[in-house]
């Protein structure tokens, strides 16, 4: 069993409410056990919307160690280009430097220019084009040269 | 006439589970709004949708006007409800609100505007016939004119901060000799507090009663109040427990005066939406009006357990602009109820005390209701206020209230921080204050008499 597959069962455990799971795969026996809160409510875990669109930015947990994350830093609608008609200001794989920008964050019809802290290369691009992002929102992760 | 679709909660804590509750009985969709220390919030939880709009500083997200604006964009919210404290009471946030299209659910920009600057309140009030404590006319512009008006007035008298609350910038003066001083450390206090240095004077009034009248009133200007709240169980002006009817207004005669005078005064400056009136009732029994406060307050549920209106509820159906249905003769409060505020803080010294609840089991029965977004688990955060529950009660008569409170403190079981609620019991079980015999100096005579006694 690889440490990628483990990776994926305690995933899997994360979002159901199983409290125990056991494997066996190629002669390896895993058991997966989770102690379960007590809490005086019932508390569902309940997703708001706003979050149930970015389930993908949790994928990053693995590589944001050696990555870094570029996050918003305010409120607002993310947009890849200067305007509607212009080339997105980077790509994947887009070489940055210090100060550069990277996209827009509109809010409350400001377009707030969102500069790289670092040089670096683009590797993902986290939200898509015209989606909401919350303070904090991860927008990218950068490859520091 | 229709409901908003869509309402942001521009609050945290327990006020912002009301308005979520509130909201979703009504139909209507929540957005929460969370810094980031507020991650694993109640209010987070229980709305339809969240936005952390950034850090936990106060200034940088619940202060934060465009985070917030930004936010109910982002979610198409078409009305925000400021709850209490934060922006609530913020004449730039209403503008900017209504300049976005969105709906401020509360009063108009103006009726924040005038209720924010006392001095003015208190003329507007004189002006229109509703008594005032004798004092300047508006603000003073210095400290020699604050000497004329003293000397004429009499001593000793009360400096206040112009836009201020809490007792920021206020100084009894006592003696002609100590008004230079005074002023000019109540100006200093002001600016620091309030960035606004103005001061006026009012008549000091030693044994006072903190007594006041929530007021409602739909765009027309029809206006009624759901009678009144004594809240003179107060520490350094903060209020710690409140009830109603007050137990010094023995009289229909006047309870009615006082729900009249309240009307008035929201009247006499074309108030909108819901608020309360402040008055102070002297020893002689004399009313004089002290400010208005242009939003919900924490004390709300009190009034809403003697009336059975839900006032957040028809805050919000005013706000979208439907006639105000009930009409004064409607309102017939019944029975007696008392809140208390628990606040994370230690009982003797009233040090805030934050840090995890490990244990929690809230009281019940009939007639008990406890305001919280606490539950087991959860770790109070430094960077906000104290507040973390209001328990309310509610009986056929203050025996009945007070003997239900007692019972509800003691059902009350929180642990792993300190709590006031054995200050509460103290003060449920003294002489004072249960036969209704008490001024806003009881909590320091209580606590002076406790120290004596050691």
């Known amino acids: 069993m690889e440490l990628e597959d483990l990776k994926e069962l305690i995933e899997l455990l994360k979002d159901t409410d199983i409290t125990e799971l056991q494997v066996e795969k190629d002669g390896t026996k895993v058991k997966i056990k989770r102690e379960k809160m007590l809490t005086s409510l019932d508390m569902p875990g309940h997703k708001p919307a706003m979050h149930m669109e970015k389930a993908a930015a949790s994928e990053a947990d693995e590589e944001t160690q050696r990555l870094v994350t570029v996050t918003s830093p305010i409120v607002g609608t993310f947009f890849r280009s200067p305007t509607p008609e212009t080339n997105p200001f980077i790509e994947i794989g887009a070489r940055v430097a210090k100060g550069q920008v990277l996209c827009i964050v509109e809010a409350m019809k400001l377009m707030n220019e969102i500069e790289s802290e670092i040089d670096g290369v683009v590797m993902k691009i986290l939200v898509d084009n015209g989606q909401p992002v919350e303070y904090g929102e991860p927008l990218f992760l950068l490859e520091p040269v | 006439m229709k409901l908003f679709k869509k309402v942001l909660i521009a609050n945290r804590s327990e006020i912002a589970v009301r308005i979520i509750r509130a909201c979703k ?30 850090p936990a500083p106060s200034s940088q997200s619940y202060l934060n006007i465009p985070a917030l604006l930004s936010s109910a964009e982002i979610t198409d919210s078409d009305a925000i409800h400021p709850g209490y404290g934060f922006l609530s009471e913020n004449f730039h946030f209403a503008e900017a609100c209504t300049t976005s299209g969105i709906t401020f659910i509360g009063p108009t920009p103006e009726n924040i505007r005038i209720g924010g600057d006392k001095a003015k309140a208190r003329q507007t009030m004189k002006r229109k016939g509703v008594p005032v404590v004798s004092g300047s006319d508006g603000p003073v512009p ?4 604050a000497m004329k008006i003293a000397k004429k007035m009499g001593f000793p008298i ?8 809490g007792g920021h910038g206020m100084k009894i003066v006592k003696e002609e000799k100590d008004l230079e001083q005074a002023f000019f ?3 200093r206090e002001a600016l620091t507090a309030f960035a606004n240095s103005e001061i006026y004077l009012e008549e000091y009034i030693p044994e006072m009663r903190h007594i006041e009248v929530q007021i409602m009133a739909d765009n027309k200007g029809n206006t009624i109040h759901l009678s009144e709240r004594d809240c003179s169980i107060q520490r350094r002006h903060q209020k710690l427990l409140e009830e109603s009817p007050s137990p010094l207004l023995t009289t229909e005669k006047f309870r009615k005066r006082i729900g009249e005078l309240g009307v008035k005064a929201a009247k006499a400056l074309k108030y909108r939406n819901i608020g309360t009136v402040e008055f102070i009732v002297d020893s002689k029994g004399n009313i004089y009006f002290i400010e208005v406060n242009t939003r919900v307050q ?7 357990a003697v009336t059975g209106i839900d006032i957040i509820k028809e805050q919000i159906k005013l706000a979208a602009g ?12 019944y029975g007696h109820a008392i809140e208390c505020r628990i606040n994370a803080e230690d009982p003797e010294r009233f040090v805030p005390c934050p840090g995890k609840i490990t244990f929690l089991a809230l009281p019940g029965g009939p007639g008990v209701r406890v305001d919280t977004a606490i539950y087991q688990g959860y770790v109070i955060p430094s960077q906000y206020d104290s507040l973390i529950a209001k328990l309310i009660v509610h009986g056929k008569d203050r025996t009945e209230a007070i003997a239900k409170m007692k019972c509800a403190l003691d059902g009350f079981i929180i642990e792993g921080i300190h709590t006031t609620i054995p200050f509460h019991k103290k003060v449920l079980n003294h002489p004072d204050f249960i036969s209704g015999n008490f001024n806003t100096n009881f909590v320091e005579k209580m606590r002076t008499g406790a120290q004596e006694n050691k």
Not at chain 2, 158 to 165: E, N, P, T
Not at chain 2, 298 to 303: A, G, N, S, Y
């Open chain 2, 322 to 333: 439907f006639p105000l249905e009930l009409r004064q003769n409607q309102i017939r409060p």
């Open chain 2, 142 to 145: 210095n400290e020699e004119v």
């Open chain 2, 298 to 304: 924490v004390e709300h549920p009190v009034t809403e």
């Open chain 2, 158 to 165: 009360v400096l206040k901060a112009s836009a201020g609350g």
């Open chain 2, 185 to 187: 450390m109540a100006q």
């Open chain 2, 25 to 54: 009985e009504l139909g209507i969709k929540t957005v929460s709004v969370y810094s980031e220390a507020d991650k694993d919030s109640l209010h987070v939880r229980l709305a339809d949708e969240s936005v952390c709009i950034g």
